[in-house]
């Protein structure tokens, strides 16, 4: 195995290794919870424009 084949084998492994630990660490997302994307980082309120979203 040549050194290239070596460091993406590690690289893609510990990508893998990270994304299983954030996935078992993290709390769940609630989709229906999260401002519309439109409003993220406006300081507006998200309100309005869809029916699932939190009231």
């Given at each position: 195995m040549h050194?290239?084949?070596?460091?993406?084998?590690i690289?893609?492994?510990?990508?893998?290794?990270f994304?299983v630990?954030?996935?078992?660490?993290s709390a769940?997302?609630?989709?229906?919870?999260e401002?519309p994307?439109?409003?993220?980082?406006?300081?507006?309120a998200s309100s309005?424009g869809?029916?699932s979203?939190?009231?």
């Open positions: 050194k290239t084949q070596q460091l993406q084998a690289f893609w492994l510990g990508l893998a290794a994304l630990w954030d996935f078992q660490a769940p997302v609630d989709l229906r919870n401002p994307l439109i409003a993220a980082g406006s300081g507006q309005g869809h029916c979203m939190a009231k």
